[in-house]
């Protein structure tokens, strides 16, 4: 399995700033994702994040929007850009472990509040 | 591109009793279909999956039938207790790329003592 932790667990932020989001993980893993779950509501995948290059946007997310960046193996940053109250949400990192080709694990996810 | 429809969106059964999730899929091309358990301040975690070359599959008290040719698939949970009580997810996939899914809209159950 893979553990993994997200910065931070919650903030509470200012309309049109931005947060970034930190996923560290205890080992090397293949892919990693970027997913928002809106307040009670299902989990909508963002992106996948490259090590190395620029990450792949799924249908209505933009990189001007939400910059990825994944520097290694292990960790990856999520920015929510000049944000508004619509922007309120859970973001969870997930990742599949090299191993095990299947199973996708996440982290406890950051609740954000845009006010 | 995918969708994946789940249904009911809340469901309380009584403590012991066995409890029912359905989900349907829209492209025949999927075939991984994860089960997940969302607990309250938690991010979601697999609790059972199921590929298309399986019928069924069954884990303790939990349980996962698919039928590729309605391409709907269930989760069936036996003797409830009261810590089954969470958020559940199905998602759906192709193996290849098995971690970027597509999930239903939730189903929160509550275990009643």
């Known amino acids: 399995s893979a553990v993994i932790s997200q910065k931070p667990s919650r903030d509470i932020c200012q309309r049109g700033t931005s947060l970034t989001i930190q996923c560290q993980v205890d080992?090397?893993?293949?892919?990693m994702f970027w997913y928002r779950q809106q307040p009670g509501q299902s989990l909508t995948l963002i992106a996948t994040?490259?090590?190395?290059?620029?990450?792949?946007?799924e249908s209505g997310f933009v990189i001007d929007k939400f910059p990825i960046s994944r520097p290694n193996l292990t960790f990856s940053t999520l920015t929510v850009s000049n944000m508004s109250p619509e922007d309120s949400s859970i973001y969870l990192c997930s990742v599949g472990v090299r191993t095990m080709n299947t199973e996708a694990f996440f982290g406890q996810g950051t609740r954000l509040t845009v006010v | 591109g995918e969708n994946v429809e789940q249904h009911p969106s809340t469901l309380s059964v009584q403590e012991g009793d066995s409890a029912v999730i359905k989900c349907t899929y829209s492209?025949?091309?999927?075939?991984?279909f994860p089960w997940y358990k969302q607990e309250l301040g938690k991010g979601p975690q697999l609790i059972i999956d199921?590929?298309?070359?399986?019928g069924e599959k069954k884990d303790q008290r939990i349980a996962v039938t698919l039928n590729k040719t309605a391409k709907h698939f269930s989760l069936h949970i036996t003797e409830t207790q009261p810590e089954d009580s969470a958020v559940y997810f199905c998602?759906?996939?192709?193996?290849?790329?098995?971690?970027?899914?597509?999930f239903g809209q939730g189903t929160r159950l509550t275990i009643n003592p």
């Open positions: 994040a490259n090590q190395g290059s620029e990450a792949t946007y």
């Open positions: 080992s090397q893993v293949t892919m």
């Open positions: 199921i590929r298309s070359n399986v």
């Open positions: 998602a759906a996939s192709l193996i290849q790329g098995a971690q970027k899914l597509v």
């Open positions: 492209d025949s091309a999927s075939n991984y």
